[in-house]
C-alpha cells in the first residue's frame, strides 16, 4: 500500500496553501488590478493618438491657403476685400527670368557645400518629375560632380541672352567663368543651351512654395559655342 500523508498534514499544507496564496492576492492582486487598468489606458491612449495623428495629417493634406487683399482707409477702416487669384499663367518676363536662373543652377559650382546643395535643389524642383529632363540632370551631376569640382575651381554663370524659339522651347546663351585653385589663370567658356518647358500653375501650397510661376524643363540640350 503506497504512503499517504497523513489527513491532518494534508489539511494542514492546504491550509497554508490557501493562505499563502489569499496573502499573494491581498499583496499583489490591487498591484496587478492597477497594471491592467493602466495597460488599458495606455492602449486606448495609444488608439487617440492613432486616430489624432491621422487626422491631423488629413486636415494638413486637404487645408490650404486663400490669399486675400484688404484694402483700408486712412482710418484702418476695412472697406474692401478681393481675393488673389491663386498661381497665374506667368508671362514671358517670368519664363525667362526662372530659366536663367535653373541654368545658372545646373552650371554654378559653389565651393560652399550648402550653397551647391541649395542650387541643386531648386533645379530640380523646376525639373518635371520623369521626364527627360530629369534623367539628363542625374547625368549630369553624376558625370561631374560638382563638390569634387569644388576642390579645384569655382564656376560663376552669367546669362547672355534667352528666348523663346518656339511655342515651349527656349533658348539661352551663357558664359562660365572658371576661377582656379592651383594659380592657374581664370578662363572663360561659352555655352548655348536648347530647352524645352511645360507650364503647370500649381495646385497646393508645397508646390506653390517649390515652383511658384509652375515653369518645368522637360528637355534640354546644351552645346559649346563661339563668343
Known amino acids: 500500500m503506497p504512503d499517504m500523508m497523513p489527513r491532518s498534514e494534508t489539511d494542514s499544507f492546504s491550509a497554508i496553501y490557501l493562505a499563502a496564496r489569499r496573502e499573494w492576492n491581498e499583496r499583489y492582486g490591487s498591484y496587478i ?18 486616430v489624432s ?3 491631423n495629417a488629413w486636415q494638413a493634406h486637404s ?4 490669399p486675400f487683399i484688404v484694402k483700408v482707409n486712412q482710418l484702418g477702416e476695412i472697406v474692401g476685400i478681393q481675393r488673389i487669384p491663386k498661381a497665374p499663367i506667368p508671362d514671358e518676363a517670368r519664363i525667362k527670368a526662372q530659366l536663367e536662373r535653373w541654368v545658372t543652377d545646373v552650371r554654378t559650382v559653389y565651393s560652399d557645400p550648402i550653397a ?9 524642383a523646376w525639373t518635371e518629375k520623369g521626364s527627360a529632363a530629369i534623367d539628363q540632370l542625374d547625368t549630369w551631376f553624376r558625370s561631374t560632380k560638382p563638390n569634387e ?11 547672355e541672352s534667352a528666348g523663346p524659339v518656339g511655342a515651349n522651347t527656349w533658348e539661352i ?10 594659380g592657374r589663370a581664370p578662363s572663360k567658356d561659352y ?37
Do not use: C
Not at 487645408?63 to 486663400?66: A, F, G, L, Y
Not at 569644388?150 to 552669367?158: D, H, I, R, T, Y
Open 53 to 55: 495623428a491621422v487626422g
Open 173 to 182: 546663351d551663357w558664359t562660365e567663368n572658371h576661377t582656379y585653385k592651383d
Open 116 to 124: 551647391e546643395l541649395n542650387i541643386a535643389t531648386e533645379a530640380y
Open 63 to 66: 487645408s490650404h491657403v486663400e
Open 149 to 159: 569640382r569644388a576642390q579645384k575651381e569655382e564656376v560663376g554663370v552669367e546669362i
Open 191 to 227: 555655352w548655348l543651351m536648347r530647352v524645352r518647358i511645360k507650364v503647370a500653375p500649381p495646385k497646393d501650397d508645397k508646390t506653390l512654395m517649390a515652383n511658384t510661376n509652375g515653369v518645368y524643363s522637360e528637355w534640354f540640350n546644351v552645346s559649346p559655342r563661339t563668343r
Open 33 to 50: 488590478s492597477r497594471a491592467r487598468r493602466a495597460q488599458a489606458l495606455s492602449g486606448i491612449l495609444a488608439v487617440s493618438l492613432a
